[in-house]
C-alpha cells in the first residue's frame, strides 16, 4: 500500500505562487507514475499533471502548461507541483494520486489518493 499527504495549500493573490508537496510512505513508491488532480465545487475531478516513476517524462493539463511544473524525489518518496502564475480559476482542492500502470490523465487508473489540500487564489 501506498499513503499519501499533501501539503502547501494556502490563500495567494493572483500572480503568486506556491509549491505543494506529496509525501509518500510505502515499500514501492518509485515504481508509481504520480499524478496531481484538482477539483473545484460543482466540477469533476480535473487531470493537473502527471510524472513517470523516474521522473524522465511529464504531462500537462492545457489549462496549467507553462505555469505549474511537477518533479519528484525518490530518495525522499515525495513529488511536488510548482504552481506559478496563479489564477482564480485554479482554486480547488489539490490531491496527489499513484498509478502503478504508469501516466495517466484518468483519475479512475490511479489507485492511491491524497486527503488534499486547499488552494485559493483571489482576485
Known amino acids: 500500500q501506498v499513503q499519501l499527504v499533501e501539503s502547501g495549500g494556502g490563500l495567494v493573490q493572483a500572480g503568486g505562487s506556491l509549491r505543494l508537496s506529496c509525501v509518500a510512505s510505502?515499500?514501492?513508491?518509485?515504481?508509481?507514475?504520480m499524478g496531481w488532480f484538482r477539483r473545484s465545487p460543482g466540477k469533476e475531478r480535473e487531470f493537473v499533471a502527471a510524472i513517470l516513476s523516474n521522473g524522465g517524462r511529464t504531462d500537462y493539463a492545457d489549462t496549467v502548461k507553462g505555469r505549474f511544473t511537477i518533479s519528484r524525489d525518490n530518495a525522499k518518496n515525495s513529488v511536488y507541483l510548482q504552481m506559478n502564475s496563479l489564477k482564480p480559476e485554479d482554486t480547488a482542492v489539490y490531491y496527489c494520486a499513484a498509478n502503478r500502470a504508469g501516466i495517466s490523465r484518468s483519475p479512475r487508473l490511479y489507485e492511491y489518493w491524497g486527503q488534499g489540500t486547499q488552494v485559493t487564489v483571489s482576485s
Open positions: 510505502g515499500r514501492t513508491f518509485s515504481s508509481y507514475a
